[in-house]
């Protein structure tokens, strides 16, 4: 069964950082490109950033390019997204997901940045 345990959100100051991990497991990971979606409170999802199978494409949403940073381990089976210079606009729950996936199958992370 593919899954997918999204951590390491929280609640955050304007400017700080957090680094968010996916721990994939149920399928063989390094074949797959991979994504961050969020959705903020009361709005739908948005893509975030991109990451192809091996690691050596990413992209991002214009909003959050130069401050966020995908990246993944594929002997670890496991997917991040280092976040720098948060701003409350950025406040969402957090998912991974497959770009072959038409749906979500994590429980997402919690980020809040707020002071």
């Known amino acids: 069964e593919v899954q997918f345990v999204e951590s390491g959100g929280g609640l955050v100051q304007p400017g700080g950082s957090l680094r968010l991990s996916c721990a994939a497991s149920?399928?063989?990971?390094?074949?797959?490109?991979m994504n961050w979606v969020r959705q903020a409170p009361g709005k739908g999802l948005e893509w975030v950033s991109y990451i192809n199978s091996d690691g050596g494409s990413t992209n991002y949403v214009t909003s959050v390019k130069g401050r966020f940073t995908i990246s993944r381990d594929n002997a670890k089976n496991m997917l991040y997204l280092q976040m720098n210079s948060l701003k409350p606009e950025d406040t969402a729950v957090y998912y991974c997901?497959?770009?072959?996936?038409?749906?979500?199958r994590g429980q997402g992370t919690q980020v809040t940045v707020s002071s």
């Open positions: 997901k497959r770009t072959t996936d038409s749906y979500l």
């Open positions: 149920g399928f063989t990971f390094s074949t797959y490109a």
